[in-house]
């Protein structure tokens, strides 16, 4: 981190800040693999805005989607890539320093 | 607000999404009374048929239980996950061969990338659980070396059904959640009626038998009551993914 913290909000990653997004990567970072329905639900967010906002975290290489089958029930399955667990982390650590909490993160 | 964080709160949500449908206690439930009518009903006569039925049940308990994952997953493609998703908790391996119980205590995550947080909070819970668990049967295991004549005794299926309520209400209070009242009432009444209702003529493993049978049925009871619960809560949806 620089000298002067102010700045270092300015390179917060943006991707990720939005809110929507942020449930999704904190809900990813948290297990090993979720389908579609299981992140709407949890997120309260329509088709649509989920889909849109999967699709720019995949884009950017933090997350990794695969269509596949249990039995006949069909799932997307969305799961972080090494690349996307590091930016979170990354994220996670800027915003402690913002907020003057600690680095160890247990509750 | 609470104290817990949102990553440990994903992780704690993944892991109650796994028996919020009540189908991994009725699975557990129907192993353990299989396993119940194999005590029960082993000693009564050798004819043939029996032997064989007897095989059967002990061969179906196995597969049960080597199997139990599998079959609550395979229900739950049918049931749960077209309703309400499908999660993988971080302690949730794909191989699905052993049993659940056995996986759920393991502290090696299939996600070796996990937070920290999560991996001292699964640590901290294993070891009170098991500090806990030891508490509990300590007693158990100090009457039946000093007092083997006790382990006939109904007295101690009481004292079991209340140490089985005595775990619920730790594993709850380590998952940060309310326990079952009919997991911790069943085992309770179970306990009571095995006190009540003694016979002279039920002795030894057959008092276990009928003990298993009370406590399974309760796990079935509690399973069924939550899978119903379940249902009504989250109507299929017409579509699910896009």
Same mark, same amino acid.
């Given at each position: 981190?620089?000298?002067?913290?102010?700045?270092?909000?300015?390179?917060?990653? +943006? !991707?990720?800040?939005?809110?929507?997004? !942020?449930?999704?990567?904190?809900?990813?970072? &948290? $297990?090993?693999?979720?389908?579609?329905?299981?992140?709407?639900?949890?997120?309260?967010? %329509?088709?649509?805005?989920?889909?849109?906002?999967?699709?720019?975290?995949?884009?950017?290489?933090?997350?990794?989607?695969?269509?596949?089958?249990?039995?006949?029930?069909?799932?997307?399955?969305?799961?972080?890539? +090494? &690349?996307?667990?590091?930016?979170?982390?990354?994220?996670?650590?800027?915003?402690?320093?913002?907020?003057?909490?600690?680095?160890?993160?247990?509750? | 607000?609470?104290?817990?964080?949102?990553?440990?709160?994903?992780?704690? +949500?993944?892991?109650?999404?796994?028996?919020?449908?009540?189908?991994?206690?009725?699975?557990?439930?129907?192993?353990?009374?299989?396993?119940?009518?194999?005590?029960?009903?082993?000693?009564?006569?050798?004819?043939?048929?029996?032997?064989?039925?007897?095989?059967?049940?002990?061969? !179906?308990?196995?597969?049960?239980?080597?199997?139990?994952?599998?079959?609550?997953?395979?229900?739950?493609?049918?049931?749960?996950?077209?309703?309400?998703?499908?999660?993988?908790?971080?302690?949730?391996?794909?191989?699905?061969? !052993?049993?659940?119980?056995?996986?759920?205590?393991?502290?090696?995550?299939?996600?070796?990338?996990?937070?920290?947080?999560?991996?001292?909070? +699964?640590?901290?819970?294993?070891?009170?659980?098991?500090?806990?668990?030891?508490?509990?049967?300590?007693?158990?295991? &100090?009457?039946?070396?000093?007092?083997?004549? /006790?382990?006939?005794?109904? /007295?101690?299926?009481?004292?079991?059904?209340?140490?089985?309520? &005595?775990?619920?209400?730790?594993?709850?209070?380590?998952?940060?959640?309310?326990?079952?009242?009919?997991?911790?009432?069943?085992?309770?009444?179970?306990?009571?009626?095995?006190?009540?209702?003694?016979?002279?003529?039920?002795?030894?493993?057959?008092?276990?038998?009928?003990?298993?049978?009370? $406590?399974?049925?309760?796990?079935?009871?509690?399973?069924?009551?939550?899978?119903?619960?379940?249902?009504?809560?989250?109507?299929?949806?017409?579509? %699910?993914?896009?």
């Amino acid at each position: 981190m620089s000298e002067n913290g102010l700045k270092d909000l300015s390179s917060l990653d +943006r !991707l990720i800040h939005e809110p929507a997004r !942020l449930m999704i990567m904190t809900i990813l970072y &948290a $297990v090993q693999e979720a389908d579609f329905v299981y992140l709407q639900r949890e997120c309260g967010l %329509t088709q649509g805005n989920l889909s849109s906002h999967l699709s720019k975290l995949e884009e950017a290489g933090y997350l990794l989607i695969s269509k596949t089958f249990k039995g006949k029930y069909p799932l997307t399955l969305c799961s972080l890539t +090494r &690349a996307g667990r590091q930016a979170f982390e990354s994220y996670l650590a800027k915003m402690r320093y913002v907020t003057g909490q600690p680095s160890n993160n247990s509750r | 607000m609470t104290d817990v964080s949102p990553t440990l709160q994903a992780e704690q +949500r993944a892991q109650k999404h796994w028996v919020e449908d009540g189908l991994p206690s009725i699975i557990a439930g129907i192993g353990g009374l299989v396993l119940a009518f194999f005590i029960l009903y082993r000693t009564n006569g050798h004819s043939p048929f029996k032997i064989i039925f007897l095989l059967g049940a002990l061969t !179906l308990y196995w597969a049960i239980s080597q199997h139990q994952t599998e079959i609550v997953d395979w229900l739950k493609t049918r049931l749960s996950y077209p309703r309400t998703g499908y999660v993988r908790p971080p302690y949730m391996p794909e191989d699905k061969s !052993l049993p659940l119980d056995f996986k759920m205590l393991s502290m090696e995550a299939a996600n070796t990338a996990l937070p920290e947080e999560i991996k001292l909070a +699964r640590a901290r819970s294993i070891w009170l659980f098991l500090i806990a668990l030891s508490f509990v049967l300590l007693p158990f295991v &100090a009457i039946a070396y000093f007092h083997s004549s /006790w382990i006939h005794s109904p /007295w101690l299926y009481f004292a079991l059904s209340l140490s089985f309520v &005595a775990i619920l209400w730790i594993l709850a209070l380590i998952e940060h959640r309310r326990p079952s009242w009919i997991l911790v009432s069943g085992f309770f009444l179970v306990g009571l009626c095995m006190l009540v209702f003694q016979h002279q003529a039920i002795v030894g493993p057959d008092q276990f038998g009928y003990f298993l049978v009370g $406590v399974s049925l309760v796990s079935i009871v509690n399973g069924a009551v939550s899978l119903f619960r379940f249902l009504r809560r989250n109507p299929r949806p017409a579509s %699910t993914t896009p």
